[in-house]
C-alpha cells in the first residue's frame, strides 16, 4: 500500500528522515544485545591494526602536554592473551617516591572501581538474595537513630527495614553519600560564611579524604544516624560510597573473614590479581605512579577503604574484566543477571546497575544499535580511572590516571576515542569472521526450500529468497500475521541474531521482522513523542508459532571451527544445507 503524499506528510518525512535517528540503519530493530558472535581474533584483521594505529596517533597528541600527569590505557579481547591495544604516558615530572617509567605493571588508586568487588562478594554467597534486608547481616544499622530521638521521623531517619542489599548496591538506598568531605572538619571559621557554630556532637572527629584521621567502624556507626535520608529508599538513584561500606560489612558478617581477606581469597588469587591490594604499603611503593605533591598514595581511608581504597594496575584490570565475561569467579547466569539495569537515570544515556554506571550508546557503530557499556568511575584525590566492559564485543577497557591534569573529564575523553576509534572495527572484524561461518544459501531439494543469509551494513543477517516447499515466506508473512496486529500489507525486512542459546554443536538464532519501510519508520518516530517508538522487538519475538514450533527460531548445526553446514527451520520441520 503506498501512502498518499500530503504537503503536511511531506514535512513530517523530511523532519523525520533528518532529524530523528530511528532505531537502527534503515529502521531495523534488533534485540538488545550483541547482533553477531564477538570476534575470537580481532587483532588478525586488517580494520583493526589500523584503528589502533589511529588511536595511538591520538593517544600521543593527546598526552603531548601532560607534564605532571601519567596515564595507562588498554583495551583486551577476552579470547586472546594480549591487549589488542596498550599505551602509557610517563610525565616528564616525577615523584621520586614512585616508579619513573608508567607501563602496565604501574600500580595506581583505584578509587570507586573499588565497588566492584564488594558487590562480586555478595553475588558469590549462594544464601544471600538482592531482596534481603541489610539489617539480616548488619544488625547494628537497627540501632542508628536520627540526630535526637525526638526528632526522628522519615525525614531525619533511615527507615532500615526497608533497605535491601540490591538498593545499597544501585544506589537506591535513598541514604546520605558519606561522612567524609564534612565542611565542618576544615579547620577554618566557617561562621564568616553564614554557617552556624557547631558543638562538639555535631562536629566530625575523622573525616578520610580530607586530612583528618579515617573514620574506624565504631565512628561510622556512632556518627552515620544523624546524616538524614535523601530519599525513601526505591525513590531515585544517590551515589553513596557509604553503601558499598555497610555491603562490606556484610561480606565481613557472612563469611566470617575479614573484608579484604575475603575478596583476596575469592577473587584476587583465583584471577591472578597479584598487585591489587587495599592497602599499598612501603614494600610496592616504588611500583606506585605517586604524583608530584600526591599526598595520598600508601594512606588508608579508614571503613572507607572498602568502597575506594584499592589499589591496582592494567594487568591485573584485565584480568579482572576478562573473568567476569569469561564467567571465572561468578556462574553465567548469576553474571548475566548482574550485568543488567538496576534503575534509569535523569541521563537517557545512562543507567544504573550494581554497581555499574551504564552507558548506552546508537552512534558508534555503522549499524547504528544502541550498545551498552557496563562501566564503574573511580575518583579520589588526584587519580580518576575507568574500568568499562563491552559485553556485545568481548572487550575490557582499563583507563587509569593520577596527576594534577587528571580529572573525570580526561578520562571520558579517553574512553570516547577509545569507543569510537575502536569499536567500527571490532565491528567490521565480526563481520569478516561471521561471514565465511554463516553466510551464503542453505538448501534442501526434496522439499524445494532455501534461504540465502548475508551480511551489510544494518545489524545481524539479512534472510532472502526463504522459500519453503515452495512457499515465499517473507512475501506471505502478512497472511502468517493475520492472527496478530500485524498490518498485512506494509514491507518486511527480515534479520536474523543470535540469542546466546548452545548445546553440543548446535546454536540457536532468531529471526526479526521489521515492519515498514524507512521512511514509514522514520515517519512513526517524527509523530511519537518518545524516542525508538517503533523498535519494539522484545514484544513481538516468538509471536507466531505452529504445533508448539516458533517461525522465528533458526537453529545451526556446528563443525568444530563453528562453521554453520546447516539450518533447521523448526516451525516447518525442514533441515536445510549449506551450499560449498
Known amino acids: 500500500m503506498s501512502l498518499r503524499t500530503t504537503p503536511l506528510r511531506t514535512a513530517v518525512l523530511a523532519l523525520a528522515t533528518s532529524n530523528l535517528a530511528i532505531a537502527a540503519l534503515n529502521g531495523h530493530c534488533p534485540p538488545l544485545g550483541p547482533v553477531l558472535p564477538a570476534p575470537t581474533h580481532p587483532t588478525a584483521h586488517e580494520a583493526v591494526h589500523s584503528a589502533v594505529a589511529n588511536v595511538t596517533a591520538s593517544f600521543q597528541d593527546l598526552t603531548a602536554e601532560l607534564d605532571t600527569t601519567g596515564i595507562s590505557v588498554a583495551v583486551k579481547s577476552i579470547h586472546e592473551a594480549a591487549p589488542l591495544l596498550e599505551l602509557h604516558h610517563t610525565p616528564t615530572q616525577l615523584n621520586t617516591n614512585g616508579t619513573s617509567i608508567i607501563d602496565s605493571q604501574t600500580v595506581y588508586r583505584l578509587g570507586s572501581i573499588s565497588k566492584i568487588f564488594t558487590v562480586l562478594s555478595l553475588l558469590q554467597q549462594k544464601q544471600v538474595k538482592w531482596d534481603d534486608p541489610i539489617t539480616h547481616y548488619v544488625p547494628e544499622l537497627l540501632q542508628l537513630k536520627g540526630e535526637t530521638d525526638e526528632a526522628a521521623s522519615d525525614i531525619t531517619t533511615v527507615r532500615w527495614g526497608d533497605v535491601t542489599i540490591g538498593s545499597l548496591a544501585s544506589h537506591m538506598s535513598g541514604i546520605g553519600t558519606d561522612l567524609v568531605n564534612d565542611l565542618s572538619s576544615i579547620p577554618i571559621d566557617w561562621t564568616q560564611v553564614g554557617f552556624p557554630k557547631l558543638d562538639e556532637t555535631s562536629t566530625p572527629g575523622c573525616a578520610g579524604v580530607l586530612g583528618l584521621p579515617p573514620c574506624n567502624r565504631t565512628e561510622f556507626f556512632r556518627d552515620f544516624g544523624k546524616r538524614h535520608p535523601v530519599y525513601a529508599t526505591f525513590t531515585n538513584p544517590v551515589y553513596s560510597n557509604v553503601a558499598s561500606v555497610i555491603l562490606g560489612f556484610a561480606v565481613e558478617a557472612i563469611t566470617n573473614m575479614t573484608y579484604d581477606g575475603y575478596v583476596k581469597q575469592s577473587i584476587f588469587t583465583p584471577l591472578n590479581m597479584t598487585n591489587t591490594t587495599i592497602f599499598n604499603g612501603p614494600a610496592k611503593e616504588s611500583w606506585g605512579f605517586i604524583p608530584v605533591n600526591e599526598t595520598w598514595f600508601g594512606s588508608s581511608l579508614g571503613y572507607e577503604d572498602i568502597a575506594g581504597?584499592?589499589?591496582?594496575?592494567?594487568?591485573?584490570?584485565?584480568?579482572?574484566?576478562?573473568?567476569?565475561?569469561?564467567?571465572?569467579?561468578?556462574?553465567?547466569?548469576?553474571?548475566?543477571?548482574?550485568?543488567?539495569?538496576?534503575?534509569?537515570?535523569?541521563?537517557?544515556?545512562?543507567?544504573?546497575?550494581?554497581?555499574?554506571?551504564?552507558?548506552?550508546?546508537?552512534?558508534?557503530?555503522?549499524?547504528?544499535?544502541?550498545?551498552?557499556?557496563?562501566?564503574?568511575?573511580?575518583?579520589?584525590?588526584?587519580?580518576?580511572?575507568?574500568?568499562?566492559?563491552?559485553?556485545?564485543?568481548?572487550?575490557?577497557?582499563?583507563?587509569?590516571?593520577?596527576?594534577?591534569?587528571?580529572?573525570?573529564?580526561?578520562?571520558?575523553?579517553?574512553?570516547?576515542?577509545?569507543?569510537?576509534?575502536?569499536?567500527?572495527?571490532?565491528?567490521?572484524?565480526?563481520?569478516?569472521?561471521?561471514?565465511?561461518?554463516?553466510?551464503?544459501?542453505?538448501?534442501?531439494?526434496?522439499?524445494?526450500?532455501?534461504?540465502?543469509?548475508?551480511?551489510?551494513?544494518?545489524?545481524?543477517?539479512?534472510?532472502?529468497?526463504?522459500?519453503?516447499?515452495?512457499?515465499?515466506?517473507?512475501?506471505?508473512?502478512?497472511?502468517?500475521?493475520?492472527?496478530?496486529?500485524?498490518p498485512k500489507d506494509r514491507a518486511v525486512s527480515v534479520r536474523l541474531y543470535p540469542t546466546n542459546l548452545s548445546s553440543d554443536c548446535q546454536t540457536s538464532w532468531r529471526a526479526v521482522f521489521d515492519i515498514g519501510t524507512p521512511e514509514e519508520i522514520a515517519t512513526k518516530e517524527a509523530n511519537s513523542f518518545w524516542p525508538d517508538a517503533s523498535c519494539h522487538t522484545w514484544g513481538s519475538m516468538d509471536r507466531l508459532t505452529y504445533g508448539f514450533r516458533s517461525m522465528d527460531e533458526f537453529v545451526f548445526s556446528l563443525t568444530d571451527d563453528g562453521t554453520a553446514q546447516s539450518v533447521s527451520l523448526r516451525t516447518f520441520q525442514v533441515s536445510l544445507k549449506k551450499d560449498g
Not at 580518576?384 to 590516571?401: E, H
Not at 524445494?448 to 551494513?457: F, V
Open 309 to 486: 581504597g584499592f589499589y591496582s594496575n592494567t594487568v591485573d584490570l584485565l584480568s579482572f574484566g576478562t573473568g567476569i565475561l569469561k564467567h571465572t569467579v561468578l556462574e553465567s547466569a548469576k553474571t548475566r543477571k548482574w550485568m543488567k539495569p538496576a534503575t534509569s537515570t535523569s541521563s537517557s544515556g545512562l543507567l544504573i546497575g550494581g554497581p555499574w554506571e551504564i552507558l548506552r550508546s546508537d552512534t558508534v557503530t555503522k549499524d547504528k544499535r544502541l550498545i551498552e557499556f557496563y562501566c564503574k568511575a573511580g575518583n579520589l584525590n588526584t587519580y580518576n580511572n575507568m574500568l568499562c566492559l563491552i559485553p556485545d564485543y568481548d572487550l575490557v577497557i582499563t583507563i587509569l590516571s593520577g596527576g594534577p591534569q587528571s580529572n573525570a573529564d580526561l578520562v571520558d575523553l579517553v574512553l570516547t576515542k577509545l569507543v569510537q576509534g575502536l569499536l567500527p572495527a571490532i565491528e567490521e572484524a565480526g563481520k569478516s569472521e561471521a561471514t565465511p561461518k554463516f553466510s551464503g544459501s542453505y538448501a534442501d531439494a526434496a522439499s524445494n526450500s532455501t534461504i540465502t543469509l548475508s551480511l551489510d551494513d544494518a545489524p545481524g543477517f539479512a534472510v532472502s529468497k526463504w522459500i519453503v516447499r515452495g512457499v515465499d515466506i517473507i512475501k506471505n508473512y502478512g497472511s502468517f500475521a493475520a492472527l496478530s496486529s500485524s
